[in-house]
């Protein structure tokens, strides 16, 4: 069965500081990747995607993500963070059956000014 | 100005009783979804429905009833509520079954007593 792990419950950094958000996922076959971010009192937004082919994806306000396969991993990054980017992020990972998205537990990054 | 729009926001509900969670979306999308984020578990998968009609079900409990009166409806009924119910119900959809992007509703928090 397919399952995404993320294990930092909690980031915190600071502001204008990079950013690197830990997923690793376990999938029998090519996985369809994502991140999602959900701010406070909201619903989930999609910040990026990966479909096979280019291993690095950019999504949007300066995310990017690498996928991995010999790592299983598709870490999420940014160079630059900012206090607005104060969220949960999930990593999810789809079977591509009538879109299943499996989810890890998510990350709370807190920013410092 | 919200395309997926999930009613109520906020529900209590006692134990044992019914609610109905109502989901409209006006994203012209052919396929919708209900997901589960609780306290103890990761946001999971519940349903899947493609042109209305029930396409996947990972919900065990048979309390747990989609109901699509509407192309672009999926309102999820649960009766003989119980407190491990408790958590947000996320409705999403897709363009298609096959799409891998996914858009979230805000949620209804549900809370039962």
């Known amino acids: 069965a397919q399952s995404v792990t993320q294990p930092d419950a909690r980031v915190t950094v600071s502001e204008g500081a990079s950013l690197q958000l830990r997923c690793k996922y376990s999938y029998f076959g090519t996985p369809y990747l994502f991140w999602y971010v959900q701010y406070p009192r909201q619903g989930l937004q999609l910040l990026l995607k990966?479909?096979?082919?280019?291993?690095v994806v950019q999504g949007v306000n300066g995310f990017e993500a690498e996928f991995s396969k010999s790592n299983s991993s598709f870490h999420l990054r940014k160079a630059s963070v900012h206090w607005s980017d104060w969220a949960v992020y999930f990593c999810?990972?789809?079977?591509?059956?009538?879109?299943?998205?499996?989810f890890g537990a998510g990350t709370r990054l807190a920013v410092c000014p | 100005d919200p395309k997926i729009i999930q009613k109520p926001k906020y529900l209590v509900a006692v134990t044992g009783s019914e609610k109905i969670l109502i989901c409209e979306q006006y994203?012209?999308?052919?396929?919708m979804y209900w997901y589960r984020q609780s306290a103890k578990k990761p946001l999971e998968f519940m349903f899947s429905y493609s042109y209305q009609k029930l396409m996947d079900n990972q919900t065990a409990s048979s309390r747990f009833q989609p109901q699509s009166s509407k192309k672009n409806h999926l309102d999820l009924q649960i009766t003989a509520l119980k407190p491990d119910d408790s958590a947000t119900y996320f409705c999403?959809?897709?363009?298609?079954?096959?799409?891998?992007?996914?858009?979230f509703g805000k949620g209804t928090r549900l809370t039962v007593v």
């Open positions: 999810a990972v789809s079977s591509g059956s009538f879109n299943k998205l499996t």
């Open positions: 990966y479909y096979p082919g280019d291993p």
């Open positions: 994203l012209g999308h052919n396929a």
């Open positions: 999403a959809s897709s363009q298609e079954a096959g799409d891998t992007e996914v858009f």
